[in-house]
């Protein structure tokens, strides 16, 4: 089975730009949790989705925004570009229930933004 | 706020030498994972721990997890060059993980 997909792999822009970043999740996953991850830290929650719609969502701005479409994939939409938007996103999927339960999540290969 | 602390954050091994990292979290947790990544790679899982007194094992990588200390360790025995990467413990609260800085592992010859 293939695992989480993400495209694109990289990507430039400029400040005040938007971007939008894709993830399919694994075959069967319900669930999809989006994370920056800055150099030398470690991986930020931003969202999760599940069933299409937001579950949960950290401590980022307005200007971050998702969405989980019929087939599980979503999309991570950043406006307004700041420099310190760099950063490796990660899309993580997992097969889940309505309630939290063991719930193992399974990261993609990541896309690395990079913001001029 | 659940907040996660490794340390160390930084760890030169010598190869055949024996070493832990250690995890704090500080709140009450269903659950606590460890993950390896590569420079400019994704998170691999390499292990996820249920419930107290957990122990899991693969390869020289052993996994404890004392849920009334609120701490993880992550052993490695005697490591090899294999072993270098930046390791992550993460703990798992409601919907979200949220992840320790990290521990840069190096091993040296």
């Known amino acids: 089975d293939a695992g989480v997909t993400q495209s694109p792999t990289h990507l430039i822009k400029t400040r005040g730009q938007h971007v939008t970043l894709r993830c399919s999740p694994i075959s069967g996953h319900k669930s999809v949790s989006w994370y920056q991850q800055v150099l030398g830290q470690g991986p930020q929650f931003i969202f999760q989705?599940?069933?299409?719609?937001?579950?949960g969502r950290g401590n980022f701005p307005d200007r971050f925004s998702a969405r989980q479409f019929p087939n599980y994939s979503s999309e991570l939409n950043v406006n307004a570009l700041l420099l310190g938007d760099s950063a490796l996103y990660l899309c993580?999927?997992?097969?889940?229930?309505?309630?939290?339960?063991?719930?193992?999540?399974?990261f993609g290969p990541g896309t690395r933004l990079t913001v001029l | 706020e659940l907040k996660v602390e490794q340390n160390p954050l930084f760890l030169s091994m010598q190869e055949g030498k024996n070493y832990t990292i250690y995890c704090n979290y500080s709140t009450t947790s269903d659950r606590l994972y460890w993950y390896r990544q590569d420079p400019g790679k994704s998170l691999e899982s390499l292990f996820v721990l249920l419930s107290n007194g957990a122990v899991k094992q693969e390869g020289r990588l052993m996994a404890s997890l004392d849920t009334k200390a609120r701490l993880s360790t992550l052993h490695i025995t005697a490591a090899v060059h294999d072993l270098s990467a930046t390791y992550f413990c993460?703990?798992?609260?409601?919907?979200?993980?949220?992840f320790g800085k990290g521990t840069l592992l190096t091993v040296n010859p």
């Open positions: 993460a703990s798992g609260s409601n919907y979200k993980l949220t």
């Open positions: 989705y599940y069933e299409k719609e937001e579950r």
């Open positions: 993580a999927s997992s097969w889940d229930r309505e309630s939290w339960s063991y719930n193992e999540q399974f």
